[in-house]
């Protein structure tokens, strides 16, 4: 098993506020990794400190074994980063913001590295048109396509599909599956629950700067049980969580009001840990 990605103790506080304690994670090589969480929780502070936007205050961070502040310039020629904010040249067209990209990082048959890139994200027949008459959608497929050029080993995504609509999120997803497929190993953040269970292979869950679970998404749901009864009591919801459906269905006959019974997600794992929801 190799490991593309790893942190050992990492800390990083703003003032006093701890936003990421004791980061410990194993990223493999050719694998997607998700961070889940709600706002607030630490993700986009993890992937600052990934990313040489902010230092940690203590820690180890190694992308294919390399310290990431030992050898600078090697990690990150063998890295993409894609932000949470379209940072794009919208007065540009498609093409030039990609040539422009080319030439900042001297990257080598430029013409060919574009035409590849936006090929594979579908925006070949768009490349003379100015990215500002782009719909939010296609300018995230630019960044990813932006992000394919310097042909790194490694991608991060900062809540890559944030405001758009369930239709284009799913366009998105199905390019990310394809990066994974020409063996990228991409670690994500994300608080959307269905997109973490249908695109990660393994996920951790984070709130208030900690790791509080991480494994495949069936690994997280056999942990807490796979079937969740959900009732109203006194002070709100409640929920229950049993390994089969039969044992789900002989709690809900004890109960008086409506019930609900259904398969968990990775949601109900933080609400099992937390007690809270998944803004």
Known sequence: ?????????????????????????????????????????????????????????????????????????????????????????????????????????KIRDKKHKIEEALRFVGLWEYRKEEVRKFSLGMQKRLLLARSFLNDPSVIFLDEPTTGLDPHI?????????????????????????????????????????????????????????LWVLESINDTGFEYEFFKTREEALLKAREKEGPVTIRRSNLEDIFIRLTGEKID
Not at 14 to 37: M, Q, S, T
Not at 51 to 69: A, N, V
Not at 80 to 101: G, H, R
Not at 211 to 221: D, F, R, S, V
Request: with cysteine.
């Open 1 to 105: 098993m190799v490991i593309s990605i790893e942190t050992k103790g990492v800390w990083k506080s703003y003032g006093p506020v701890w936003a990421v304690k004791d980061l410990n994670l194993e990223v493999r090589k050719g694998e997607i990794f998700g961070l889940l969480g709600p706002n607030g929780a630490g993700k986009t502070t993890a992937l600052k400190i990934l990313t040489f936007l902010t230092k940690p205050d203590r820690g180890s961070c190694k992308i294919e074994g390399l310290d990431i502040w030992k050898y600078p310039l090697v990690v990150k020629s063998r890295i993409s980063v894609i932000p949470q904010e379209i940072n794009l040249d919208k007065e540009l067209t498609a093409y030039e913001n990609l040539l422009i990209y080319c030439m900042l990082h």
């Open 169 to 225: 999120r799913r366009e998105i997803w199905t390019f990310i599956k394809k990066a994974k497929d020409k063996g990228k190993t991409i670690l994500l953040t994300t608080h959307y629950i269905e997109e973490a269970e249908y695109l990660c292979d393994r996920v951790a869950i984070m709130n208030k700067g900690e790791i509080i679970a991480c494994g495949t998404p069936q690994e997280l749901k056999n942990q807490v049980g």
